[in-house]
């Protein structure tokens, strides 16, 4: 599915070294699991999302997707071989209506306003108050947020990338949330990429990614990893006070 082989990134600093963000990254994301990239703030998680989709362009190595070398497609070429991303930060479109979006995403100009009411109710959102809206100002973060996950739901693409969906997200809807990734974890045929902290996600992923200083420190099945994040007995403490800092348990 997809791979990152020795993956980096730099960006210009003040002094006469590049600064890393990126650093030397590899691993395999396999066919129909849902894996989660998790690690402190400053990491290179939400960087690597970018790299994945296109958005920034690795300054060495190599990206892979179905063996296909994808390093310098564009945003739009990856879109097209199958990869959905979600911002972190939803972009707003004015003049452009809920309904108009779903069709857009789906591919389907003929998606049906009953089929767009669904992928909406699986997001907690009352189709009939939003389908006839426009994506802009007049929705708040949270709103948009949801929008933007249905639109990735109508995608149904092999990798569906979210760079940390709960942010902006209330405790009703993150809990909805939850489900709504269960539900594709069991039903899409595709994998699931995360970027997140929370405790919540992370227990329903297969496989955790943790990233550190941007490098790998540990990646391997979640039922392994996480009781060592959550007893503090993984190397990478940071994280580990931050779950319990920021309520990872009462927040999900």
């Not at 402190?40 to 300054?59: Q, R």
């Not at 996600?201 to 955790?208: M, P, Q, R, S, Y």
Request: glycine share 8%.
């Amino acid at each position: 599915m997809l791979e990152l082989r020795n993956v980096s990134f730099e960006v210009p600093s003040e002094n006469s070294d590049n600064k890393i963000i990126v650093n030397n990254v590899s691993f395999v994301v396999p066919d129909d699991k849902f894996v989660v990239i998790t690690g402190p703030n400053g990491s290179g998680k939400s960087t690597l999302a970018k790299l994945i989709m296109g958005i920034e362009k690795p300054t060495s190595g190599q990206i892979l997707f179905d063996g296909v070398d994808i390093t310098e497609m564009s945003i739009t070429d990856r879109a097209k071989m199958g990869i959905s991303f979600a911002f972190q930060q939803p972009v707003r479109f004015k003049g452009i209506r809920v309904l108009d979006m779903l069709r857009l995403a789906s591919g389907k100009a003929s998606l049906s306003v009953s089929e767009a009411c669904t992928y909406l109710a699986r997001v907690g959102l009352c189709a009939k108050d939003y389908i006839n809206r426009e994506i802009n100002s007049s929705l708040s973060g949270g709103e948009l947020k949801r929008i933007e996950i249905a639109s990735v739901m109508a995608r149904g693409t092999r990798l569906s990338v979210f760079d940390e969906p709960e942010a902006g997200i209330d405790l009703w809807s993150f809990q909805n949330l939850i489900r709504v990734f269960e539900n594709m974890r069991e039903h899409t045929h595709g994998s699931i990429l995360i970027i997140s902290h929370q405790e919540r996600i992370l227990n329903i992923a297969d496989e955790i990614v943790l990233i550190s200083g941007g490098k790998v420190t540990t990646h391997g099945r979640a039922d392994t990893i996480l009781p060592e994040l959550l007893a503090g007995t993984s190397s990478d403490m940071t994280l580990c006070s931050r779950f319990h800092e920021e309520g990872g348990k009462s927040d999900a």
